[in-house]
């Protein structure tokens, strides 16, 4: 009874406060305050527009709200949101999956583009390094996603271009140019999908991971 | 002498291979941390606040003495480690350096929205940085234990928290996609876990410090706006509900973790 009393008084005078009630034990009114919050608290600047954080995909809203929750996409919804991100993934358009190993490594090493700090139409970089391991000489990589040191050996793929790689060569496609089409929150960027690599950047990143000769399958 | 110390564990950090190779090179940075840590020249940046808070300044010639920062006017020690919190007299959250200029506004006169506007390190708000790194100073060692009593704080935490997990820009990042987990890096830097308690020292209990690769003093404005920066967000505003929402669930997640402010980064 008390209890009641004190809760309600809280309430009143969250209300008050335009907060609302549900937004102090956490339900859909702290979404709204959070979600005015970033409409007020960001502006454009430079290449790095407002829209960037106030019309996110349904992707991410999900995946959002299920990190808050601290719970899991339900199955059937991240099944869905993976087959509506797997439909999206632009192939390449000359049948051509593999460009230059040696390009791949410098795109992979870069951390540079989009920032409110780069100009539109400089060359943005991979930032794969910031997250994986991948060649074995460079000892300065992150750990946020897995090892990438002997992708392709690991996966038996001597000839990229062979029928028995395409699945291999496909997935690796595909998952660098949208990785939610895998795994629906993955922390992993869309790399194609938002435009931050072109298709040619991606043949090449894909030769560092599957050519044979890249270092990172020696 | 220095710099052979850190020529030779590179070296040996290049001999090693694998694992072992990035602890070496991650026990190598920590070493340059700790030799850095002997002259932190935050000091300069804490004397200069100390003197900004007792100058008599701005077109009221007051000085800060009476500023309240959440502990009743002129107290200074211990109110660091209780911000944000809310404020009576402004009907608001606020951070510590949202709190200062306040204070400047209202005993000294200067205009706190032109204040906001200055960019990082410039003419007012370097002084805003110094203040706060003086202020931070004085609550070194002491226990995070910010007030969560009044419901706009409750409301700061859950919002910040949604902040937190916020993906957006080019790159889906969210702050949790690097402070999410325990252990994991980014290149060869160490990121704390920000969903919980990060321990003493690190994370929200590690700011303001002074960054020797630039060569600042990085306020915690300063150190949320580059994480935005690097997540390809749009700029966030100075002093916004937004950071202070952020700053709330960082610094109620530290909880009982000593300050280390103002501290020394690479």
């Known amino acids: ?165 395409k699945p291999i060569v496909e997935y690796t496609w595909g998952k660098i140019w949208n990785a939610k089409a895998y795994n629906a929150c993955s922390n992993m960027p869309r790399s194609g999908h938002m435009g931050n690599l072109n298709e040619q950047q991606v043949r090449h990143i894909m030769a560092l991971l599957l050519d044979p000769a890249s270092p990172v399958n020696k | 002498m220095r710099t052979s110390k850190i020529a030779l564990a590179i070296a040996l950090a290049g001999v090693a291979a694998g694992v072992a190779a990035q602890k070496s090179a991650t026990q190598a940075i920590d070493e340059y941390r700790a030799m850095l840590a002997d002259g932190n020249p935050a000091d300069l940046f804490e004397a200069k606040g100390e003197s900004l808070w007792k100058q008599k300044r701005g077109p009221k010639s007051a000085s800060l003495e009476a500023c309240d920062l959440g502990k009743g006017p002129g107290v200074v020690k211990g109110a660091f480690v209780e911000l944000p919190r809310y ?94 987990e325990d252990g994991k890096r980014i290149r060869l830097q160490d990121l704390p876990n920000l969903t919980k308690n990060p321990g003493d020292g690190v994370g929200f209990a590690a700011w303001p410090a002074y960054r020797v690769s630039n060569g600042q003093m990085w306020s915690m404005q300063l150190r949320l706006n580059d994480c935005y920066r690097q997540q390809r967000f749009p700029y966030p505003e100075f002093g916004s509900d937004a950071l202070t929402a952020l700053s709330t669930y960082l610094g109620v997640n530290a909880k009982g973790a000593k300050s280390a402010a103002p501290a020394i980064k690479r």
């Open chain 1, 1 to 165: 009874m008390k209890k009641t009393h004190a809760k309600l008084a809280v309430c009143i005078l969250a209300a008050a406060v335009a907060a609302g009630c549900a937004a102090v034990i956490g339900g859909p009114d702290a979404d709204q305050v959070a979600a005015d919050m970033v409409k007020t608290g960001f502006r454009s600047e430079g290449i790095a527009k407002i829209d960037r954080v106030t019309t996110i995909d349904e992707t991410l809203k999900v995946c959002n709200a299920a990190d808050v929750a601290g719970k899991p996409l339900e199955a059937a919804l991240a099944k869905r949101i993976e087959e509506a991100n797997l439909k999206s993934i632009k192939w390449p358009s000359d049948g051509k999956f593999l460009g230059d190993w040696k390009q791949g490594e410098q795109i992979a090493q870069s951390g540079r583009g989009q920032t409110w700090t780069d100009t539109a139409g400089s060359a943005n970089g991979g930032n794969c390094y910031n997250c994986h391991q991948i060649a074995k000489e460079e000892i300065s990589f992150g750990t946020i996603g897995p090892s990438l040191y002997n992708y392709g050996k690991i996966r038996g793929i001597s000839d990229p271009n062979s029928a028995a790689a």
């Open chain 2, 87 to 180: 404020f009576a007299d402004t009907g608001k959250v606020q951070d510590l350096e949202t709190r200062l200029i306040t204070c400047m506004e209202r005993l000294q006169g200067f205009n706190a929205a032109e204040i906001a506007k200055t960019p990082f390190g410039k003419g007012e708000m370097a002084n805003v940085t110094a203040l706060a790194t003086f202020v931070a100073a004085e609550s070194k060692g002491l226990p995070f234990n910010l007030p969560q009593a009044h419901p706009q704080e409750k409301t700061f935490y859950e919002a910040g928290k949604r902040l937190f997990f916020m993906r957006g820009g080019t790159h889906d990042f969210s702050c949790a996609t690097c402070h999410g």
